[in-house]
């Protein structure tokens, strides 16, 4: 483990993604110590760990130095993807910060979210066949009927956008799963491959802001639609 610490490992071979600091960017590749939690390596690692200081591993070249876990809660179900950023910087200070994602992976699997995603999908094509039939009556005029109209597109955009995220995290998390089990089974192994979290958990911040998006341009669209009703103007009047 030693000797791979000291030799550049890209940042597809570890699915790793370009990270912001809050002093520099940094790209998903680097020199890669990975740790074995179980018992009967802690003192390998203490070891390790002394020999990669005693060689240099962080010297002055050095800009920055992540730390990089998951941890799993099992009584709600939810993953947390954790990252330690030290900021070597030029000065000779450091800088400290952390990041914290929670993740929900096995939520998407019971019935009721399933029938919510597809309520999800048939109002969004509504949306599609509603739009086209009223380009195909006006014509050119639908440029300039309405802005609610691109409200509508914007809508559906954001709203595809998301479940094709969606998708892709669902992706993600099998294959992750298949990693964890191929961890859990060869528990004794050093070399065991390690389920890096962060695409997942990048992937998962993109959905959420992609559905806030549809939250916001679906509140604008009932705000439009309640200030036709009367009983809603009295309200407010």
Not at 154 to 171: C, N, T
Request: hydrophobic share 55%; charged share 15%; proline share 2%.
């Amino acid at each position: 483990a030693v000797n791979t610490a000291f030799q550049y490992t890209n940042a597809a071979s570890i699915s790793s993604l370009p990270s912001l600091g809050m002093y520099s960017n940094y790209l998903g590749g680097g020199y890669v110590y990975q740790i074995n939690t179980t018992s009967a390596y802690a003192a390998t690692i203490q070891a390790d760990l002394s020999a990669m200081q005693a060689q240099g591993w962080l010297d002055e070249r050095t800009r920055a130095l992540f730390v990089e876990f998951t941890v799993y809660n099992p009584n709600i179900d939810l993953f947390v993807y954790c990252t330690v950023l030290v900021e070597f910087l030029p000065t000779g200070n450091m800088f400290v910060s952390q990041q914290f994602e929670p993740i929900s992976l096995f939520a998407d699997e019971s019935v009721l979210i399933v029938v919510l995603d597809v309520a999800f999908l048939a109002v969004s094509l509504l949306f599609v066949f509603k739009e086209l039939a009223l380009i195909k009556r006006l014509r050119r005029a639908y440029l300039v009927h309405s802005v609610w109209s691109y409200v509508n597109w914007a809508l559906v955009a954001a709203s595809w956008l998301s479940f094709a995220m969606y998708l892709y995290r669902v992706w993600e998390k099998r294959r992750l799963m298949g990693v964890v089990k191929a961890a859990a089974a060869a528990v004794n192994s050093a070399t065991a491959e390690v389920a890096n979290f962060q695409t997942i958990a990048y992937w998962n911040k993109m959905m959420l802001f992609g559905l806030s998006v549809c939250c916001f341009l679906a509140s604008l669209k009932l705000v439009h639609i309640l200030n036709f009703s009367r009983t809603i103007k009295l309200l407010f009047d």
